[in-house]
């Protein structure tokens, strides 16, 4: 395995890569994804889709999540710098209700796959970003669920927050919409069997 380093996260499921980055006064030159490199590193998902998003600082998306066909998630910050987080929704998981964050940027170059039975979401911490991400499963409107960004059972650590103010450090108010803003906590949220 060449163009990729794989690192299991504390919790079972969610994998940080970081490609191998080749530059010179040039510029660089990556690979984004390779299937060879993430097969040999135990990853043998298969993606159907690739998406793309831009936001503003202190949007907070999610945390989301499709019930029936749930998502396995490979995603990257290619402009900007968000903190991305994923809750552990499946119940006969020994990590169940435990969430793991790690911020992306277009610095740091480096990708979060986020295996099927997570509630996912992230926080923009520049003053945008533009955020890549490839799926396991095709979006299906109507199977959507979600948990709330600041259910305090979970207790998300949200970097460089006030979440009682619902603001960043320098002011800017978090900004979530009413669906997001309104989804349940831990206890009433939806579980992943199996």
């Not at 030159?29 to 503003?56: C, H, I, P, W």
């Not at 910050?77 to 969430?99: E, M």
């Not at 740091?108 to 799926?135: M, R, W």
């Amino acid at each position: 395995m060449g163009q990729i380093t794989v690192t299991k996260a504390p919790i079972e499921g969610l994998y940080i890569i970081e490609p191998a980055v080749h530059g010179d006064e040039r510029g660089y030159f990556m690979e984004t994804y390779n299937q060879r490199d993430m097969s040999e590193a135990g990853l043998d998902m298969v993606f159907v889709q690739d998406n793309q998003s831009m936001s503003k600082k202190g949007v907070l998306r999610g945390l989301h999540y499709q019930k029936e066909f749930p998502q396995g998630k490979l995603v990257r910050a290619i402009k900007g710098r968000v903190f991305d987080v994923a809750v552990d929704l499946r119940a006969g998981s020994a990590t169940y209700g435990k969430w793991f964050g790690v911020e992306l940027s277009e610095e740091n170059k480096k990708q979060f796959y986020i295996s099927p039975g997570f509630a996912h979401g992230f926080l923009v911490l520049s003053d945008t970003a533009e955020f890549c991400y490839k799926v396991t499963d095709f979006y299906h409107p109507g199977d959507e669920g979600g948990l709330r960004w600041n259910d305090p059972e979970i207790g998300i650590k949200w970097p460089e927050t006030d979440i009682a103010a619902e603001e960043l450090s320098d002011g800017t108010k978090l900004n979530i919409n009413d669906r997001d803003r309104n989804f349940p906590g831990l206890s009433e949220a939806f579980k992943f069997e199996g």
